[in-house]
């Protein structure tokens, strides 16, 4: 198991847990029962879970606590998680303080601050953090790849092993060879390596007396420059995850930028004129408008789902999260896109002109999101731009309607318009 696939695993990990439709939707979420047939999916702020469950546990919460026998996976985004009990298959993990003591059948991938594993593994281990430690129980059957600001690996490994660290303290008992790259390396009297330790670094290993290395010990000098090993081609994994997620996320936003405009160009054409007027408080209501809307989405269904008839309500709100989103992004891709073909901000818009700047920007958002943490940071501005427009949008109705309407020539024709604040609902 190398670095890169524990990503590309915690990767599916995440969206699978964002996407699939939860069971259990709540603050602090308690579950004990002696054995459910479905799989447990949850979205909390805190998860207890006991029990026994035959199914896959997946979700998203603040504090995770599972003490309970899974006849299936784990896969889960927490700030702090334990996990203990047994596990039959596999265990995908992200969060902050992680700490494992359970009986896993499958491979184990965790990525964190601090990881303490104790448990088994029936398969192999790849844990990435701050500081990762294998205590004396923990027990891997397969191969072990650990990358961390410091290791201490003192349990039993079956397999080969791999460690990337500053600092790395080496022992317990590996059946295989075992490679290290680390600024330090120090070989514990009660460490027995029956394979070859092979050191990459700037400082040769210190082996205790007792220590035993049946293949012998390798050193070959190198600066040490952490993460070059472990994460060679990450960036275009990474860039290629990321860049088909945008994919999916633009081709959609596309299509509903491309109906918006056949069917309301007059209303996209006055949203993109108010915006540009007055871009700086656009583009700070922007802000607050995609800071807060994913907190809407979620704090207004829980609350309508005290009641029966909320419940409804709230599926609708959470089917109508994504559409409205790719709404956004078109909305910020048009305006964006009057900026490269309409520099005149109150002359008439053609169709042909807000079409052509919706393809090209959404165009260069497809290309940028094959670039990591560049896509997300431009679709991100787009969301702001588009978040902004509709702020402005309603601010112009409001002053239209009081009666300080707005005489700038209408988007396609050239004409008084003289409700120049117009909604795309309103064309």
């Known amino acids: 198991m190398t670095m890169k696939a524990l990503f590309v695993a915690l990767g599916l990990a995440m969206t699978t847990a ?40 997946t979700g998203i919460a603040g504090d995770v ?47 964190g601050g ?41 349990g039993q490994i079956g397999d080969t092993a ?18 290290v790259t680390a600024e330090h390396v120090y070989v514990l009297e009660t460490a027995r390596i029956d394979g070859e330790l092979r050191v990459r670094g700037p400082n040769e290993p210190e082996v205790e007396d007792g220590a035993v290395v049946t293949g012998g010990v390798d050193f070959t000098y190198e600066p040490f420059d952490f993460g070059v090993k472990h994460f060679d081609g990450i960036d275009t994994a990474v860039g290629n995850f990321f860049g088909i997620l945008g ?7 596309f299509v509903v930028g491309l109906l918006t405009l056949l069917f309301f160009p007059n209303g996209m054409a006055s949203m993109s004129r108010h915006f540009r007027r007055r871009w700086a408080l656009g583009s700070f209501f922007g802000f607050i408008g995609f800071a807060f809307a994913p907190v809407a989405f979620l704090v207004i269904p829980i609350l309508l789902m005290v009641t029966v008839i909320g419940i409804p309500l709230a599926l609708l709100i959470w089917v109508l999260m994504p559409p409205f989103y790719f709404l956004v992004m078109a ?31 959404m165009a260069l958002m497809a290309g940028l999101s094959f670039v990591p943490f560049l896509g997300a940071l431009v679709s991100t501005l787009v969301m702001f731009v588009g978040f902004g427009g509709i702020f402005m949008a309603f601010a112009a109705r409001g002053k ?3 009666g300080d309407f707005d005489t700038t020539p209408a988007a396609t024709t050239g004409k008084t318009d003289p409700d120049a604040g117009a909604l795309p609902s309103e064309g």
């Open 18 to 57: 964002a996407m699939a439709p939860a069971q259990v939707i709540g603050g602090d979420v308690k579950m004990q029962s002696g054995g459910t047939r479905d799989d447990v999916t949850v979205i909390a702020g805190e998860l207890d879970l006991t029990g026994t469950v035959e199914g896959d546990v």
């Open 65 to 111: 606590d599972i003490d309970a026998d899974v006849t299936g996976s784990i896969e889960l985004i927490g700030g702090d998680i334990s996990i203990a009990g047994s596990v039959r298959g596999e265990v995908d993990v992200a969060g902050g303080d992680i700490t494992i003591s359970a009986d896993v059948d499958g491979d184990v991938n965790a990525a």
């Open 114 to 154: 601090d990881l303490d594993f104790s448990g088994s593994s029936g398969g192999d281990i790849a844990l990435a953090g701050g500081s990762v430690r294998l205590r004396e129980a923990a027990r891997v059957s397969g191969e072990a790849d650990v990358a961390a600001g410091e290791i201490y690996a003192l």
């Open 162 to 179: 791999e460690f990337e660290a500053r600092e790395v303290h080496l022992g317990g008992q590996f059946s295989g060879s075992v490679e």
């Open 247 to 253: 994919l999916a996320f633009l081709i959609p936003a």
């Open 331 to 361: 909305f910020g891709a048009i305006i964006l896109g009057t900026l490269l073909f309409q520099r005149d901000v109150d002359g008439p818009i053609g169709m042909g002109k807000l079409m052509l700047g919706l393809l090209v920007v």
């Open 400 to 402: 239209a309607k009081s």
